[in-house]
């Protein structure tokens, strides 16, 4: 063999090893596609997942808004109806300390008026067996 032909069968080769290349890149350039096209199916997932919680997270907001303007209500509805009661208990306490100086005076009263009673018992009795004697 002489150089051309050598040449020429390694020129050969070579283009039958570009031939192969060739063909390998278009297989890499094909499953880059599909994988390209794959990254694509699932950010598009990921971002309808994401604006679903975004959504979600956003209803959360306005029910935690909605939650704490109603806790602020009840908390007002409360402190009234606790100091309506605590005013309520304050009039109750205030009318049993009345009624028990009341009792007081009326025992204090009745005691003078049997005091009074016995005293004039005794004194018609004394008068009684004065005259009896």
Do not use: P, Y
């Amino acid at each position: 063999m002489n150089k051309e032909d050598l040449i020429l069968q390694k020129l050969e080769t070579m283009e039958t090893n570009m031939k192969d290349v060739r063909s390998e890149m278009k297989d890499v350039r094909s499953e880059m596609k599909d994988v390209r096209s794959e990254m694509n199916d699932r950010m598009d997932k990921i971002e309808s997942k994401l604006e679903v919680v975004n959504s979600d997270f956003a209803e959360m907001k306005v029910n935690q808004a909605k939650h704490a303007g109603d806790l602020h209500t009840l908390e007002a509805k409360i402190d009234g109806k606790l100091e309506t009661l605590e005013t309520k208990l304050d009039g109750l306490i205030e009318n049993t300390r009345e009624r028990k100086s009341d009792i007081n005076e009326r025992w204090k009263i009745g005691g003078i008026i049997i005091s009074c009673a016995v005293a004039v018992v005794s004194l018609i009795l004394s008068i009684l067996t004065r005259m009896g004697q």
